[in-house]
């Protein structure tokens, strides 16, 4: 089955200490997303990329990294200089940045900092 | 300003009711538009793509009004199962910015 797999799903971290989310898509997406979503809050885009090799700051990159060194593969190291890091991570990915195109998601990783 | 706005909400109604919601974007170069359903601590999904003349899907009926940059949703019959929180999807194209932005959403709560 085609998808976007997030791991872990629950994921819990010392403070000072930084953490990597796993995302994994084999849909052939192009483009492909991270965002965070805080309780009764919407989604806020971290980073996003549009190809291989190629990533661009959302808007609340800060404390946060990156890499795409693979086209199925967009992890997200939530670093310590993040002030509150404690949220809610969703992947997505699409089909390219072009019109008309939605996104998919996987079913996200609770970070929560001890 | 936001770039996407939404009444937060919640809306209570009673199954059955007719209930409609509204997002306003503020980027007149915005190419195309959604609405995504949320349940509680899951992942968003799409629930429909909006476009120009607008759509249909069942009790679903999205509408879009680029001149005063507006996008509306309508659930009719509504269902217990419809209980959830529609998000307003844009997916924005400006210098420095390609990506898909998300509103706050809007909470229903339909009641028996």
């Known amino acids: 089955d085609g998808g976007i797999t997030q791991s872990p799903k629950y994921l819990f971290r010392k403070e000072g200490q930084n953490v990597t989310l796993s995302c994994e898509q084999n849909l052939n997406h192009d483009a492909m997303y991270w965002y965070r979503q805080d309780p009764g809050q919407g989604l806020r885009l971290i980073y996003y990329s549009q190809i291989v090799n190629d990533f661009q700051k959302g808007d609340i990159a800060e404390g946060y990294s990156v890499s795409r060194e693979k086209k199925e593969s967009f992890p997200l190291t939530v670093t310590s200089a993040q002030k509150n890091p404690t949220a809610f991570y969703l992947c997505a990915s699409s089909i390219g940045l072009n019109a008309h195109t939605e996104a998919f998601f996987g079913q996200g990783t609770r970070l929560t900092v001890v | 300003r936001k770039e996407v706005e939404q009444d937060p909400g919640p809306f209570n109604v009673p199954e059955g009711a007719t209930v409609a919601f509204n997002c306003t974007y503020s980027?007149?170069?915005?190419?195309?538009f959604f609405w995504y359903r949320q349940d509680c601590r899951k992942e968003p999904k799409l629930l429909m793509s909006v476009y120009s003349s607008g759509n249909e899907d069942g009790r679903f009926t999205a509408q879009l009004n680029r001149a005063s940059q507006y996008i509306s949703l309508l659930i009719r019959d509504s269902k217990l199962s419809d209980s959830a929180t529609y998000l307003c999807?844009?997916?924005?194209?400006?210098?420095?910015?390609?990506?898909?932005?998300f509103g706050s959403g809007t909470r229903l709560q339909v009641q028996p």
């Open positions: 980027n007149s170069a915005s190419q195309s």
């Open positions: 999807v844009v997916n924005e194209d400006r210098p420095g910015r390609r990506a898909l932005t």
